[in-house]
């Protein structure tokens, strides 16, 4: 059973500037892992890279054992990417996107797998409707809804709450944990520390490309030099960043 | 806010220049520019250093002295109705002001800031100025004139007529949306402007149908002089004085009629900005308007889609390319509307008018059969071989969705030939729906053509329609896989010398691509032609045509294969930095 995320020594450089630089991790079946870091960590480019949609510079990406460079359709078929940035066709309705992800990814009993999506994200009623006519927080639901009308067993998460209201959001971290539950490996980028800590079992910190932390939380704190971070992931996350002299003034 | 719009104004300049410098470090935006250097060297240097400047042309076929002079007195009568024209159709098709549209930008930084809406106003009109001033000076070194004083003149002219027109606009904008802010009357009572501009025009239109319908002029020299005495007498002149007193400096000697001229020009745009200033109550409801226009993602400045029943469902099993086809169609149902079918329409009649003109006088044809018939061979002629620049719902729109098709598990090869598959599928129908209405007409216009010799050509001309309008997108669609930095992708018209560079010396590329790819097909073409003819007479020209597209449809087959790779090389970065 080959592991769901693999990625190798990846490098991804824009010119002269190196987004990403040598990262290595795995992320397993059932495995919920946080992708936390500064901005300009290069969370976002990892994201893409492993998504097809950026080519890696250097390093291997492997979706299921497949390798996104060299067998792409394959690696593509299995993963879900649900990006910080709604991007929709804006003469496809709602329904018409989600039945367009579905041809792609020859998704069967496509009308209960959609009527129970969109009962779930808060989209019945706008199944006719344009991109235009939704709301930013809409538009990012009829995203995660393409996601996750297949099964997909890989799925990767830039900001997934950006933009919901506090009921989505609710919504959105249960979907999660039940897409994880039910085998999926999950990479999640957030810049929301509590919803990481809430839902991830394992987090990746990265810095100026870099990974430069990878454990479980209690891992994390046993380090000897994370020790004082008291296993709380906003003390652990400043600490590493080299932001733990900066207090909050309030 | 004047020192802050300044302020901006100066910045965003300095900024843009030293941005644009700063990318002509890349090779292909230095060769942009490096082309389009020797384009303007070429095209207005060369030609205002040579001897004679501007006027060798002139000395070469000097026109009549008297349409000259007639010309230069009736000049501001006709630029000034011209004007009023332009005037009448702002108010009774009204868009939104251009200077209106204020940046998302200036939205979030200047609204909440503590400025009067006056100083908005003021703001864009300031900002306005550097874009107004490059389309009166451009013209002014293309004008033919011999001094620079006279470019000079020429210039300031017309930048006084642009500003004039586009604080009118504006005024119009705002007058309209301020009167349906008033009060309940105020949707009554919008039509009392209109109603007084219907009354302006019946006056003008009527006095200058009635001198020239009781009277018709002899000759170009006496319709100018009778022009001028028609529009600058009477009512009308009262009417157009406003637009003939823009216009006079254009026409005006240096150095006093021009100036005086100049200051008559400067007072009426004086007059529409005071009229702008004090109808800024409405500034804030118009630009809510726009900015809900734009909220919808990658369609900025066109027109917003609308839900409608294409009466076709995807299905959830087939080929790839038909997925992409269906997008196509649904993109067509619903981004098409009047504005947009106006403004292709308006080229296509205007080019097929054109061409169907020019075949009458070849052929020699009278009638209205011969020039229905011409007409949709023009527009056969139009969708076929102009088709693929206009429908652009391709990959050269689509790379804006690039990050979204990258993460699709669908060859890319089969990707680009469904992108091609819509815009050909319309544009082949469309052309063979003008051949079918050509077809019968044809009798009329090609008289000595034998009826199987013209069925002959008809079914060539439906068999290599699809063959020319597929092989004019692969070379399109090739060009924004290789250069997808070069290629203007949707609604975006890069701006700059070395994106213009760009643009002329991928036109040159495209051209000589497709020669490259059209000539086997018709190298075999033409040998099928030359075996057969004897054989089979007019007929041959069918299996020719064959013979020619089965040629094309192998090549966009291998070409497609061989983009496909290249598709999956495109640099996310390469296509978002074209933006």
């Known amino acids: ?250 | 806010m004047l020192i802050a719009s300044l302020y901006i104004i100066v910045c965003s300049a300095k900024n843009r220049i030293r941005s644009r410098l700063r990318r002509l470090r890349e090779p292909r935006y230095l060769v942009g520019a490096v082309a389009a250097v020797v384009y303007f060297y070429l095209t207005i240097f060369v030609r205002m250093r040579s001897p004679g400047g501007g006027r060798s042309r002139r000395t070469r076929q000097p026109p009549p002295e008297i349409s000259l002079a007639a010309l230069r007195a009736a000049g501001p009568s006709l630029v000034g109705l011209g004007l009023f024209v332009m005037m009448v159709l702002g108010w009774l098709f009204p868009g939104k002001s251009g200077l209106l549209e204020f940046t998302e930008s200036e939205v979030q930084f200047l609204f909440p800031a503590p400025v009067t809406r006056r100083s908005l106003i003021i703001h864009r009109l300031l900002r306005s100025q550097l874009g107004l001033l490059f389309a009166a000076i451009v013209p002014a070194l293309v004008f033919p004139s011999g001094s620079p004083a006279s470019r000079a003149k020429f210039a300031v002219s017309m930048w006084i007529i642009l500003v004039t027109m586009r604080v009118h606009f504006t005024g119009i904008t705002l007058a309209r949306a301020s009167l349906l802010l008033r009060d309940a009357d105020g949707r009554r009572r919008q039509w009392i402007a209109p109603a007084v501009i219907a009354g302006a025009v019946a006056v003008v239109a009527t006095t200058i149908v009635r001198a020239f319908v009781l009277h018709p002029a002899t000759d170009v020299g006496d319709f100018l002089n009778r022009f001028g005495e028609v529009v600058m007498s009477g009512a009308p002149r009262v009417i157009l004085w406003p637009f003939v007193a823009l216009a006079r400096p254009l026409f005006a000697a240096w150095p006093g009629p021009f100036l005086s001229a100049l200051a008559l020009a400067i007072a009426v745009l004086a007059l529409n900005v005071v009229w702008v200033l004090r109808s800024d109550d409405a500034l804030q409801e118009i630009t809510a308007q726009i900015e809900a226009q734009r909220d919808v993602p990658a369609v900025r400045s066109r027109v917003a889609p609308r839900t409608l029943a294409a009466g076709w469902t995807l299905s959830l099993h087939g080929r790839p390319e038909l997925l992409f086809m269906w997008k196509s169609a649904m993109e067509m149902v619903r981004g098409v509307n009047a504005v947009s079918l106006l403004r292709w329409g308006g080229a296509a009649v205007g080019i097929s008018v054109s061409l169907t003109s020019a075949l009458l006088s070849a052929t020699h044809s009278r009638g209205s059969a011969a020039a229905l018939g011409l007409l949709a061979l023009a527009i056969a002629g139009f969708a076929t071989l102009l088709g693929p620049q206009i429908a652009r719902n391709d990959l050269r729109e689509d790379l804006l969705h690039l990050e979204l098709l990258k993460t699709w598990p669908v060859r890319a090869s089969a990707l680009i030939r469904g992108e091609m598959l819509g815009p050909a599928a319309v544009l082949t129908g469309c052309a063979w729906l003008a051949l079918l209405c050509a077809l019968p007409l044809s009798a009329a216009a090609f008289t000595t053509r034998s009826l199987p010799m013209r069925v002959s050509v008809a079914l060539a001309l439906a068999i290599l329609a699809p063959a020319i309008i597929v092989a004019q997108l692969t070379v399109h669609n090739a060009a924004a896989i290789v250069f997808p930095g070069w290629v203007p992708l949707g609604t975006q018209r890069p701006r700059g010398l070395d994106a213009m560079g760009q643009r002329l010396i991928l036109f040159g590329g495209v051209i000589i691509a497709l020669w490259i790819m059209l000539a086997p097909p018709a190298v075999a073409a033409g040998l099928v032609w030359f075996a057969f003819q004897g054989l089979l007479g007019p007929a041959v020209l069918v299996p020719a045509a064959l013979v020619g597209t089965v040629l094309v449809g192998v090549e966009v087959l291998l070409a497609t294969e061989a983009l496909g790779p290249m598709y999956e090389r495109i640099d996310l970065s390469a296509v978002e930095r074209a933006d």
């Open chain 1, 1 to 250: 059973m080959p592991i769901p995320i693999r990625v190798e020594q990846l490098r991804r450089r824009f010119g002269a500037f190196t987004a990403v630089d040598d990262l290595s991790f795995d992320v397993s079946a059932a495995e919920i892992v946080g992708l936390i870091g500064p901005n300009g960590a290069g969370k976002t480019t990892t994201l893409r890279s492993l998504a097809g949609i950026l080519r890696p510079t250097s390093g291997q990406v492997l979706i299921d054992g497949h390798d996104i460079v060299s067998d792409p359709i394959e690696a593509k078929r299995r993963l879900a990417f649900m990006p910080d940035e709604p991007h929709l066709f804006e003469y496809l309705t709602v329904d018409e996107h989600l039945r367009l992800t579905a041809r792609l990814y020859s998704v069967n009993d496509f009308d209960n797998r959609a009527k129970a999506l969109l009962e779930e994200l808060e989209l019945t009623g706008k199944q006719r409707s344009l991109p235009g006519e939704l709301s930013r927080g809409m538009r990012q639901k009829v995203v995660i809804a393409c996601g996750l009308i297949r099964d997909a067993s890989v799925l990767l998460f830039d900001e997934p709450l950006t933009g919901l209201d506090p009921i989505g959001i609710r919504r959105m971290r249960a979907t999660i944990i039940a897409r994880a539950r039910a085998g999926a490996a999950v990479l999640v980028s957030s810049h929301l520390l509590h919803l990481v800590e809430e839902i991830c079992s394992r987090v990746i910190i990265m810095d100026r490309g870099r990974k430069i932390a990878d454990g479980t939380f209690a891992e994390l704190a046993m380090r000897a030099d994370l020790a004082a971070a008291d296993s709380n992931l906003e003390q652990i996350f400043m600490h590493v960043t080299g932001h733990d002299d900066e207090t909050p003034h309030v």
